[in-house]
């Protein structure tokens, strides 16, 4: 027999997902028979499959100790590149994530990620990377050549609250784009997004069809270039907002509307493309998260209510926006 104490990382599990993490080596076919078996108690009693762990309970297995435990730190993160933080503190990284770089591995070969940054980050503040059963985890994704603002949660209760929050909607998601064709100064535009994961596209549907997701993307004109002779069109600048998170719904939806982003190899226009990479240096899509707003919370991140962190457009961006739109300092 031997014992776990509960830490915050555990807090509002429940017992049997916390014990799939920690006994690696259990199915759960046998996890679930050692509950049968009354060989798992909580604070010395009986406890059932469903019920949530809190801090400082202490979890009793009759059953002998894994060698390997999910309570043995990770290894040493390798060293990486520097993050570019905008903002830390004990529970959360805010940091500015360059387009090309992945934020979770897609392949065992893929070395450097934002969360590899991020871990090793971590390691060099405090020594270790992980507790019990948690390692630090991404809130909310970008793809790999979309830049700007990723959230990094450093502990179980902060990743928990941060995604009950994205998913009520409590935290407001910017980004600024631009796209062909004049737009108009502001809108709402919904439809439905149905994702084909083999070919990693997403389509539209005006109408629901039985397989697609809902979309609502709000957008606000910035500016409209003057026509490129090259092209024939104008270009508009948009701060754009998610109010639903889908893979894929800026492009897609702006896409669908006959205004495809400049730069986007997936859904854009290669004409538009090549132009924008041979006169500007544009290799991919110009599409930047530079901006989250907390707004209803949930209470475990009370403190970040009403607290908005920006990034700056890199450098390249930002000279494509000044000679466009004649905007600086974006």
Do not use: W
């Not at 006994?23 to 009354?38: A, M, Q, S, V």
């Not at 909580?42 to 202490?58: A, H, I, P, T």
Request: aromatic share 8%; hydrophobic share 35%; glycine share 8%.
């Amino acid at each position: 027999m031997f014992e776990i104490r509960m830490t915050e990382n555990e807090s509002g599990q429940r017992v049997d997902r916390f014990l799939r993490k920690y006994l690696k080596e259990y199915t759960l076919g046998d996890i679930y028979k050692l509950f049968r078996k009354n060989k798992i108690k909580l604070n010395g009693k009986r406890v059932k499959e469903n019920q949530m762990l809190s801090e400082g309970d202490l979890l009793q297995l009759y059953v002998e100790k894994p060698e390997a435990e999910a309570g043995q730190d990770l290894p040493v993160p390798k060293p990486g590149k520097s993050l570019d933080v905008i903002f830390e503190d004990e529970n959360i990284i805010i940091v500015n994530k360059p387009a090309g770089l992945l934020t979770h591995p897609d392949k065992p070969v893929d070395s450097d990620t934002l969360i590899d940054r991020a871990l090793y980050h971590i390691y060099k503040k405090k020594g270790t990377v992980q507790s019990e059963t948690f390692s630090p985890a991404v809130c909310n994704r970008l793809d790999r050549n979309t830049g700007g603002i990723v959230m990094v949660a450093k502990n179980y209760k902060t990743l928990k609250a941060v995604n009950s929050t994205i998913r009520e909607r409590g935290v407001q998601k910017l980004y600024l784009c631009i796209v062909a064709g004049k737009m108009e100064k502001s809108g709402e535009i919904k439809a439905f997004i149905k994702k084909d994961e083999e070919s990693n596209t997403s389509s539209i549907q005006d109408t629901y069809k039985g397989d697609g997701k809902e979309i609502h993307t709000i957008f606000r004109t910035l500016g409209v270039s003057d026509t490129i002779m090259e092209l024939g069109m104008r270009f508009s600048l948009l701060e754009v907002e998610l109010v639903t998170g889908r893979s894929h719904q800026i492009r897609a939806h702006l896409a669908s509307l006959g205004h495809p982003l400049a730069g986007d190899l997936k859904y854009g226009e290669r004409d538009i493309n090549e132009c924008f990479r041979k006169q500007y240096g544009l290799k991919h899509q110009f599409l930047y998260a530079y901006k989250v707003a907390f707004r209803e919370v949930h209470q475990d991140i009370g403190y970040l209510k009403g607290k908005n962190f920006v990034s700056r457009l890199p450098e390249n961006f930002a000279k494509i926006a000044g000679r466009l739109f004649g905007m600086e300092g974006i």
